[in-house]
């Protein structure tokens, strides 16, 4: 197990880099403007599952190697930041088919679609990847224990804590929705701004590659 001073240590640091909006913040921002709730909750769901399978692979070895190959690194980054900036652009060219949605519930993305691109973005997430591999080995303990373990309560830990956060930023975002909602076409100006902030987050990624 993790020694509790470890664990109190990782959790502090864990929220402070959090709750500053980073790409997973504003891409489930982004889609609850274009969205709506239910499909930015999904997000956040699908996010946070891809991120877990990232944590995984870390645990097993994966983060190793890829800190070790700056290609590897390099092209996990991009993919990344290609899959943004198309489902940015897809939400900008779909932008007029929320004006529709007016009054209604009607989810113009399948919640099945939603999820799938939401665990895609979580996977080919680069700081998830450079987080776990070269962050949260410091707090692991190899005397308390299997190192894999100690690497799986700890990234555990961090998606709570996102889940939450996201969670709270996803909701805020979707009820800034609804009040432009009373609007056709400001219903279609949120739409326009989900998608350019998704192609943004995309061209941030792939600059930087260095917020979460």
């Given at each position: 197990m993790v020694p509790m001073s470890n664990l109190l240590a990782f959790a502090a640091a864990a929220t402070v880099l959090i709750i500053v909006p980073g790409p997973g913040?504003?891409?489930?921002?982004?889609?609850?403007?274009?969205l709506g709730r239910r499909a930015a909750l999904l997000s956040v769901?699908?996010?946070?599952l891809g991120v877990f399978v990232v944590l995984l692979l870390v645990s097993i070895g994966l983060g190793t190697l890829l800190m070790a190959s700056a290609l590897a690194l390099t092209v996990i980054k991009f993919a990344g930041a290609l899959y943004l900036i198309y489902i940015g652009v897809?939400?900008?060219r779909e932008r007029k088919s929320l004006r529709d949605?007016?009054?209604?519930?009607?989810?113009?993305?399948?919640?099945?679609?939603?999820?799938?691109?939401?665990?895609?973005?979580?996977?080919?997430?680069?700081?998830?990847?450079?987080?776990?591999?070269?962050?949260?080995?410091?707090?692991?303990?190899?005397?308390?224990?299997?190192?894999?373990l100690q690497f799986l309560i700890l990234g555990s830990l961090f998606l709570a804590i996102a889940?939450?956060?996201?969670?709270?930023?996803?909701?805020?975002?979707?009820?800034?929705?609804?009040?432009?909602?009373?609007s056709p076409r400001r219903l279609e100006a949120v739409g326009g701004a989900g998608g350019m902030m998704i192609v943004g987050l995309g061209a941030s990624v792939a600059l930087t590659g260095s917020s979460n």
């Open positions: 913040v504003l891409f489930t921002i982004g889609r609850a403007l274009t769901a699908g996010h946070s897809q939400a900008i949605a007016l009054g209604t519930q009607v989810e113009v993305v399948p919640n099945s679609r939603v999820l799938r691109q939401s665990v895609l973005v979580g996977l080919t997430n680069p700081k998830a990847i450079v987080f776990f591999a070269a962050i949260l080995p410091n707090f692991a303990d190899p005397a308390a224990g299997p190192l894999q889940v939450v956060s996201d969670s709270a930023w996803a909701l805020l975002a979707a009820s800034a929705r609804s009040w432009f909602a009373r």
